[in-house]
């Protein structure tokens, strides 16, 4: 078996009942090939973006089969082996049960692909779930574990605020720019990268006030 793009995992995972596969009732242990190479075909164009739905039935896809809920998606998300398998994974969770936080987990995983392999349609799509998060989600709140603390209890972490943190300076995360021309570890290409995310978001209709919030720490959007 070629292994060069694809890496063989075997996951315990609920699959969709297929007619003539066995007797079971659908709960079955199976394989599926997850992929690791760093390039994005589009299905469509607007494949991983509200309320666009066709990544259920991309073959390349390799959850489209797969019963990805609420309650199992991040622990695939951790198990997925590249960004290009959450970037499926997002997209599929996004067209069975659309939200903000499963849009800007779509976004998160194009945003690392195209830092990852600089693919040209990892960054639209990014951009464009980005967008999607800001004017179909804007309220939506993604929940985090305060480590610190014991008991570990979850804080609400507004996305339109992240959204903007990424667009504005998506170093903090360790990601590259989404705007290829300040590509650079100058200071003033970091700058130019920082001005160039602040003018798409008034593109958009949105501000974004970079100082840092005492309660997000990320910054704010209007």
Request: hydrophobic share 35%; with cysteine; glycine share 6%.
């Amino acid at each position: 078996m070629c292994r060069k793009n694809f890496i063989y995992m075997i996951l315990a995972l609920t699959l969709i009942n297929i007619p003539g596969c066995g007797s079971g009732g659908g709960q079955i242990s199976n394989a599926i090939n997850l992929p690791t190479d760093k390039l994005l075909t589009l299905y469509c164009e607007n494949i991983g973006v509200y309320p666009e739905t066709c990544v259920l039935d991309d073959p390349d896809n390799p959850y489209r089969l797969v019963s990805i809920t609420e309650d199992n998606k991040f622990t695939l998300s951790t198990d997925a082996p590249s960004a290009k398998s959450r970037f499926y994974l997002w997209a599929t969770v996004l067209a069975t049960s659309p939200s903000g936080e499963n849009q800007f987990f779509v976004a998160d995983a194009l945003h690392a692909l195209y830092t990852d392999g600089r693919s040209e349609n990892s960054r639209t799509q990014a951009m464009k779930a980005y967008r999607s998060v800001l004017d179909n989600f804007k309220s939506s709140l993604t929940y985090w574990k305060a480590d610190w603390l014991t008991g570990t209890p979850t804080y609400a972490v507004p996305l339109k605020d992240f959204t903007g943190m990424r667009l504005y300076d998506p170093r903090g995360d360790s990601l590259l720019t989404l705007f290829p021309n300040s590509i650079s570890n100058a200071t003033t290409s970091a700058e130019q990268s920082q001005f160039d995310g602040l003018h798409q978001l008034a593109v958009w209709g949105y501000s974004y006030n970079p100082a840092q919030n005492p309660l997000t720490k990320h910054g704010t959007l209007n």
